[in-house]
């Protein structure tokens, strides 16, 4: 609230009465400054707590910050406000609309910093989309305020564009926030339990193309800092193109499509390789769901097929530069050897082979 205070303060009178001038104002001046401050604390203190541990949190902080700073705007505002003998006025407006309207900013921001907590991949653009939206609103409800102002402005426009303005602003906002608090209470359960969630299905020739869309969605960000971007377009030509794929299939491949209720987030391919060892061909999941446990869930449902099945080792080969090595470990897989496989082109796949007793 501090630094916001001292910045629109010594920015606020600099500028002119245009509408221009007053849309930068509200934007620019006020909104970004305000909520910029909020995002600050939300981003470099509440984001960074262990408790801070799944994605409702970013809306709980968030309205808490916002809260916190819509508090001291009050107690200022009425101060000053009570000078003029408008004191009660003043606090009876914000009651019913500055400080709800805190809270619907805060939830549009939270809302994206709290997906941010748990998309890696996608950090920077949703910690930038939730300063955006909160700006946006706040920026929208300022400056249909601020036009009452105006002396450019009749009476009546003013009082039109706030009601049209302002008011519907807020009212949007409002609404946005109750479908976000909706939709981010079922992904914070799926992230407390998230393989109550899932479910593998068999795959046939007719998920050729899904398996195909999702190797395309996941290898760039697996094998990127591995492999060179030629390496890695040759592999999925020569492993992924339909005719190979379903050779597979026919060869007695069994493929599985991993889904999170209806959308599906990875697969994974297993073969018969003797009576009592089955081979993991292919694990891969969506970057926006790892760390969720759908590796493990994955691993898991396919040992206990592999039991009823009378097998007792779950072989796989991983990449000795692939960072999933480690997590093939905690699973009790043990590496028992190593493999340099020429697949043409100039190309190697230089692997580690792991074991695991099942």
Request: glycine content about 6%.
């Amino acid at each position: 609230m501090i630094p916001a205070a001292f910045i629109e303060k010594a920015l606020m009178n600099t500028l002119s009465n245009s509408i221009g001038a007053t849309a930068i104002m509200a934007f620019l001046i006020v909104a970004l400054t305000e909520e910029l401050g909020k995002f600050v604390v939300l981003r470099f203190y509440a984001f960074r707590r262990k408790s801070f541990d799944e994605p409702l949190d970013g809306i709980v902080y968030a309205v808490m910050v916002g809260m916190g700073f819509a508090t001291l705007e009050n107690l200022l505002y009425v101060y000053q406000s009570a000078q003029l003998g408008q004191g009660y006025q003043v606090a009876f407006l914000r009651m019913f609309l500055a400080v709800p309207a805190h809270a619907t900013f805060a939830v549009l921001m939270g809302y994206h910093v709290g997906r941010a907590k748990f998309d890696l991949a996608r950090r920077a653009p949703l910690l930038l989309l939730g300063l955006f939206w909160a700006v946006l609103f706040h920026g929208a409800y300022d400056f249909f305020l601020f036009l009452q102002g105006n002396p450019n402005i009749s009476d009546s426009v003013s009082d039109g564009l706030l009601v049209g303005g302002a008011i519907i602003s807020f009212i949007i906002a409002i609404r946005l926030s109750f479908k976000l608090l909706k939709k981010h209470r079922r992904l914070s359960q799926r992230t407390y339990k998230p393989t109550e969630t899932m479910s593998l299905h068999k795959a046939t020739p007719k998920d050729i193309a899904l398996i195909r869309d999702l190797t395309s969605r996941i290898w760039p960000a697996t094998y990127a800092s591995i492999l060179s971007k030629p390496q890695i377009d040759y592999m999925l030509d020569l492993m992924y193109n339909e005719k190979t794929l379903l050779e597979q299939m026919k060869n007695g491949d069994e493929f599985v499509i991993v889904y999170d209720e209806k959308e599906p987030t990875g697969f994974a391919a297993i073969s018969r390789v003797t009576p009592q060892l089955f081979k993991l061909q292919k694990l891969y999941v969506l970057p926006s769901q790892q760390g969720r446990g759908t590796g493990r869930f994955i691993i898991g449902e396919l040992i206990r097929a592999m039991k009823t099945a009378h097998a007792t080792t779950l072989q796989l080969n991983v990449n000795r530069q692939n960072k999933a090595k480690d997590f093939y470990e905690k699973l009790g897989f043990v590496i028992t050897g190593e493999e340099d496989i020429d697949i043409g082109n100039g190309y190697f796949m230089n692997d580690y082979v792991m074991e695991k007793a099942i």
